[in-house]
């Protein structure tokens, strides 16, 4: 049995539409949070402020994603619903997202193949039949540019930096590429989506978030791992054992005191 | 955020005044005293030049220090727009930073010297952020308190003499008011909650009181420099008239939440139209000062291991550069 069939959603159904809400709302989400733990420990000021400035775009596109699905779902649950209230197999992220920051190097590897993953999704979702859908991605497609000339930016400058610089970026690269194939790898929500002209073939994406990649870490001297065929499935809810103390932290208060307003 | 102790004037900042300098030093302290702004390539004491660098440079480390004890619930903000706030906030607090450091590099220091003072513990920074955010209610009372006692002391260095210092604060004091409402804010849905959230609330300003208003720096009759600075229009009002005037405006903000200020003594004066308030601990606050509160190891220590961990990181973008302005040379 595949980890994925092995998959559980507890929880209201939930249509291909809203699961496909959470899969972008939650990636930005975790990722938004993750990048949240730099500030105040970045490698200087300048650093401590764009990458805050990643978080909180991430955690505003979080927002409209989430409230949207929460009304597509119709169970009355709203952002902090969902962000809060929902354990690990609920959440539908990419697992890349979830993995640990480590060293700048390794955070900018894993914003820099993210960012080109959303670079891609919101920009076809522009022509999304879910006109909603189309307008929060042409907000977050802005956000989105700038964050992938930050991290390309500073992967280009690692990567061709110095000996150490080039040797954490590579490694950081290596250990995270078998978390690649999930971006693309689509599902039936994904053909559902896409047959319903709301959402992009991820097939159409894959090529130009890989053309976009290899130029970068060509500019950075980087070389690109082989293939790893393993897929991982946090859109489908089977995550890494990280995510856990990540919602652990992050939806501590609002599971600690029930029903209050804050 | 703010750091207190601002008037205070180093050993080396000895006022030496003979033949030339006295001419220059009259014409200076007329400026001054005609409200004109003292600029950068202007001649100025060096006294004057010192006790700013201390000063604008201890006020940044405050901004960057203080991102520390606020960060520390951003992972753990209780809901999405919370969370964003928290983020935008620490944020400005960097940019405050940044806006200070480059006011103080006018005066003739890199930032990186700065840096170096803030992480050898020679260089002081507010000592408020010596003490733990140990509940969310700790963020509400930072903005409300701390945000709150910063606004006071720094409106006034909106006008101060010199010209960089007085512009950066103008942009850091707009910033400041929105902090300082939206602590006020967590802090009112923390007072209209549950019985829990109320506890978490008076618990906070229990703990948080007291070092506010220590913000403030020694009372006037201990402020050995408080008249040299405000002869040089860098400071405008004495710590005790700040200290009163926070007073006055808080201690209803308090009623209102519902809350209660741990002074037994704090009570409306009638015949001076101002509040009461009792006996400051100056003894927590000069051993805080000398590196004996609660965090100060731990800030210290966070500060030190981010330059640590980022130094490869600044030694690549370094080396980067200087492969690309080769690659230039040999393409031109």
Not at chain 1, 232 to 242: I, L, N, S
Not at chain 2, 134 to 150: C, K, R
Request: hydrophobic fraction near 40%; include cysteine; glycine fraction near 8%.
């Amino acid at each position: 049995m595949s980890a994925a069939s092995r998959s559980i959603t507890p929880g209201p159904v939930q249509s291909a539409h809203c699961r496909y809400l959470l899969r972008l709302g939650d990636t930005s989400l975790v990722l938004g949070q993750r990048l949240a733990e730099w500030v105040g420990h970045s490698p200087a000021l300048e650093e401590d402020l764009g990458l805050a400035n990643l978080s909180l775009d991430l955690i505003g596109q979080a927002r409209l994603l989430l409230s949207y699905a929460g009304e597509l779902e119709g169970q009355g649950r709203d952002e902090d619903a969902l962000a809060f209230l929902r354990d690990a197999p609920a959440f539908l992220n990419m697992t890349l997202a979830e993995q640990p920051n480590g060293d700048f190097g390794r955070t900018i590897v894993r914003q820099c193949l993210l960012d080109a993953w959303q670079l891609e999704v919101y920009a076809g979702l522009a022509d999304s039949s879910d006109r909603r859908l189309a307008s929060i991605a042409a907000k977050a497609i802005k956000e989105t540019r700038y964050h992938f000339r930050f991290s390309s930016g500073w992967l280009v400058r690692l990567g061709d930096g110095t000996e150490e610089s080039h040797r954490r970026v590579q490694e950081a690269l290596n250990e995270l590429w078998r978390f690649t194939t999930e971006l693309f790898a689509a599902d039936e929500v994904d053909d559902a989506l896409a047959a319903a002209g709301v959402a992009p073939g991820l097939a159409e994406l894959q090529p130009r978030w890989s053309a976009r990649i290899d130029e970068v870490l060509q500019e950075a001297t980087l070389v690109r791992p082989a293939p790893v065929p393993y897929q991982w499935h946090g859109k489908r809810g089977v995550h890494t054992e990280y995510l856990g103390h990540v919602l652990a932290e992050m939806q501590h208060l609002q599971r600690t005191y029930p029903g209050a307003q804050w | 955020m703010y750091t207190q102790g601002l008037d205070s004037l180093g050993k080396e900042c000895v006022h030496t005044a003979a033949g030339d300098t006295a001419a220059l030093e009259a014409r200076f302290q007329g400026k001054v005293d005609a409200d004109e702004k003292i600029e950068p390539k202007d001649w100025m004491p060096d006294a004057y030049r010192q006790t700013l660098i201390r000063q604008i440079s201890q006020h940044a480390h405050s901004e960057i220090v203080g991102m520390l004890p606020e960060g520390n619930w951003i992972s753990r903000a209780p809901t999405l727009r919370r969370k964003a706030v928290l983020i935008a906030k620490v944020q400005d607090e960097g940019g405050h930073g940044m806006y200070l450091y480059s006011a103080a590099e006018t005066l003739g220091i890199e930032r990186e010297q700065m840096l170096e003072q803030l992480l050898a513990g020679t260089a002081k920074y507010s000592s408020i952020f010596n003490y733990p955010t140990l509940t969310w209610a700790d963020i509400g009372a930072i903005g409300w308190l701390v945000d709150g006692a910063a606004i006071m002391n720094q409106i006034p260095i909106c006008r101060c003499s010199y010209g960089p210092y007085a512009r950066a604060m103008v942009r850091i004091c707009k910033e400041e008011s929105f902090h300082q409402r939206q602590g006020f804010e967590i802090m009112l849905a923390l007072a209209r909650g549950t019985p829990e959230q109320q506890a978490m609330a008076q618990d906070a300003l229990n703990r948080w009181w007291w070092p506010s208003i220590m913000m403030f720096g020694p009372s006037d009759t201990e402020s050995r420099h408080t008249a040299q600075s405000m002869r040089w229009k860098i400071k405008r009002f004495t710590n005790d008239e700040l200290r009163q005037k926070f007073i006055d405006i808080t201690a209803p903000q308090a009623q209102f939440l519902g809350l209660q200020i741990p002074d037994p003594d704090l009570a409306w004066d009638e015949s001076t139209q101002h509040f009461k308030f009792g006996q400051i601990d100056w003894s927590e606050f000069q051993a805080v000062l000398k590196g004996h509160g609660p965090c100060n190891r731990e800030r210290l220590e966070a500060r030190r291991s981010a330059h640590e961990n980022g130094r490869w990181v600044r030694e690549a973008a370094a080396a980067h550069a200087e492969k690309q302005r080769a690659r230039a040379q040999r393409a031109a």
